[in-house]
C-alpha cells in the first residue's frame, strides 16, 4: 500500500467532510434566520392583537359609562337605533342619489328632526281615546 496514496485520500476524505459540515451549517443558519424572523414577528402580531382588543375593550368600557350617564344610569339603552344625525345623513344622501322627491325628503326630515318621542306619545294618546 502506498503511503501517499492514503495520506491523499484521508485528505481529501477529511476536505469532503468539512465541506459538508460548512455546508450544513449555512442552512441551519438560514433556517435559524427565518425561524427567528417568522417568531419575531408572531410575537409582533399577538402583542398588536393583544393592543387593539384591549383599546377596543376601554372604548367599550368608556361608551358604556357614558351611555349608562346618558340615560339615567340605564347601561346599553337603545344601542340598535343609529343616532339622529347618521339618520340625518342618510336622507341626505337618498335625496342626492335621487331616491327621494322633494316632498319626501322634507317630510321625512322633518319627521327625523321631531324624534321618536313625539310620535310615540302621539300614537298612545290616539289608541287610549280609541
Not at 5 to 24: E, M, W
Not at 43 to 51: D, E, K, S
Not at 99 to 126: H, K, T, V
Amino acid at each position: 500500500m502506498n503511503w501517499r496514496n492514503v495520506a491523499l485520500y484521508t485528505l481529501l476524505g477529511l476536505g469532503v467532510i468539512v465541506a459538508i459540515q460548512i455546508i450544513f451549517s449555512v442552512i441551519a443558519t438560514i433556517i435559524g434566520i427565518a425561524w427567528a424572523i417568522a417568531s419575531s414577528l408572531l410575537t409582533l402580531a399577538v402583542v398588536g392583537a393583544m393592543l387593539y382588543s384591549g383599546f377596543r375593550l376601554i372604548s367599550w368600557y368608556r361608551r358604556d359609562n357614558s351611555a349608562g350617564a346618558e340615560n339615567g344610569g340605564v347601561v346599553g339603552m337603545d344601542r340598535s337605533v343609529p343616532n339622529q344625525q347618521s339618520r340625518v345623513d342618510e336622507l341626505k344622501q337618498r335625496y342626492a342619489d335621487g331616491e327621494l322627491s322633494d316632498a319626501e325628503f322634507e317630510r321625512q326630515l322633518e319627521r327625523e328632526l321631531d324624534g321618536p318621542d313625539i310620535d310615540s306619545i302621539n300614537r298612545e294618546r290616539s289608541r287610549e281615546y280609541e
